[in-house]
Structure formats: structure tokens, C-alpha cells
């Protein structure tokens, strides 16, 4: 299995309070992303990183700020958690230069906003 | 930004029938990969497709991809109920941003 562990794995949390999740990998791989799974939408795409420091946006980032300061740490911040965030986040890594490239996942965390 | 879609959503079949999952992707890309997912748990890694043409087997599964027609399927032979499963499958843009197709829900009946 890949080296991702994300934390928490469940979390119930308040509308209007901060929240942030954390995805830690052992793989040193450059590309990290950040998922939300909802029924009837599949996996969207939150923010990515391809290194320390460079992010980038995804196809619903509203609401939801990442920073990377470490190869191996990608944190997901909810600034002002409202209850349609309520969701499973997914994190995923990706080694873009070899030959597969393909991305693996971690365990997921299920946020409930109430 | 790239549009993956899927269909059907949702397939329900009988043990030892064959089946198609199509997918289709919106923008110019050379790779295509087929993810698993079982209920109330992560993604494992099927296929990776990495050109026009290509063909990969793994059992009673087997995906395909087309370049040109943007199109890449997975071919189901003789279903098992073990092979009940959401499967999605996703692609690269511009080689960092990852997308993934809504995820087809396969029940396999006995």
C-alpha cells in the first residue's frame, strides 16, 4: 500500500467553524490532490500541489484553502465549515514522471458539518 | 477543464452475463486509468492506459482505450458477484490536474 494516512478519519464539526484535515505521505511524491465524494457526483477535485508551496485549484475550491510547507504534508482547510461540506475527502498522491503515473488514495475522512 | 463522463451510473446484471462501462473524456489526453471502489472504502488502482490502442486484462476485466475517439471502456466477462464495485475511471489534464468520471455502481446478481 501507498504511504498516505489521512487524519482525521471522522469528524463532526459545527456550520461556522474552522477545519482542517491532513493528508501525510511516506512516498516523497510531488503531486498531492485533495477530493470530495458526494453520491451522484463521483470524486471533484478541491486544490492539487505539484511541490512545496505551488498549489492550485480544482473544479471546487470555494470555500476551501490548502497550503503544502513539506514534501510529505497537504492540509485541506475549511475556513467557515457550512453543511454542504459535509462530504468523504478523499487525498490522493501521484508520481507524474514515472512511467504509470497513476494516483493512489488515502483512507478518506468523513466530515459531518452540523 | 476536463469533463470525464460515465455511463451507464448504474448497472445491475447477472452473474455470467457480459457487460460494457463506457467512458468518455472531454479534452486531448493519452492516458486513461480505471479505478475500484468498494463500498465504504478507498480507491484501488485497476488499469492504466497509457496510449492510443491499448489493452489491459486482469481477470474477468478488461479496459481499452481510444485516443482519437476520446473514448476507453471496461469490459466485464462472465460477472461474478465479487466484481460488485462502484468503478470510476479518471484522466490527466494538462498532466497535473486528475479528473474523475461520476463512477459507474455495479450490482451483480446471483
Known amino acids: 500500500d501507498a504511504g498516505i494516512t489521512q487524519s482525521p478519519r471522522h469528524k463532526v464539526t459545527e456550520t461556522g467553524t474552522p477545519v482542517t484535515l491532513r493528508c501525510h505521505q511516506t512516498?516523497?511524491?510531488?503531486?498531492m490532490y485533495w477530493y470530495r465524494q458526494d453520491p451522484g457526483h463521483g470524486l471533484r477535485l478541491i486544490h492539487y500541489?505539484?511541490?512545496?508551496?505551488?498549489?492550485d485549484k480544482g473544479e471546487v475550491s470555494d470555500g476551501y484553502s490548502v497550503s503544502r510547507s513539506k514534501t510529505e504534508d497537504f492540509l485541506l482547510t475549511l475556513e467557515s465549515a457550512t453543511s454542504s461540506q459535509t462530504s468523504v475527502y478523499f487525498c490522493?498522491?501521484?508520481?507524474?514522471?514515472?512511467?504509470?503515473?497513476?494516483?493512489?488514495f488515502g483512507q478518506g475522512t468523513r466530515l459531518t458539518v452540523v | 477543464e476536463l469533463k470525464v463522463e460515465q455511463n451507464p451510473l448504474f448497472l445491475s446484471m447477472q452473474e455470467g452475463k457480459n457487460y460494457t462501462i463506457y467512458c468518455n473524456y472531454s479534452?486531448?489526453?493519452?492516458?486513461l486509468y480505471w479505478y475500484r471502489q468498494d463500498p465504504g472504502k478507498s480507491l484501488e488502482s485497476l488499469f492504466v492506459l497509457l496510449s492510443n490502442g491499448a489493452v489491459k486484462q486482469e481477470g474477468r476485466l478488461m479496459a481499452s482505450l481510444d485516443t482519437k475517439a476520446r473514448l476507453s471502456t471496461l469490459h466485464i466477462t462472465a460477472a461474478v458477484h465479487d466484481l460488485s464495485a462502484t468503478y470510476f475511471c479518471a484522466s490527466a489534464y494538462t498532466g497535473n490536474q486528475f479528473y474523475f468520471g461520476t463512477g459507474t455502481s455495479l450490482t451483480v446478481i446471483p
Open positions: 490522493a498522491i501521484r508520481n507524474r514522471f514515472t512511467t504509470s503515473t497513476e494516483a493512489f
Open positions: 500541489s505539484y511541490g512545496v508551496k505551488d498549489t
Open positions: 512516498e516523497n511524491h510531488r503531486y
Open positions: 479534452t486531448t489526453s493519452d492516458r
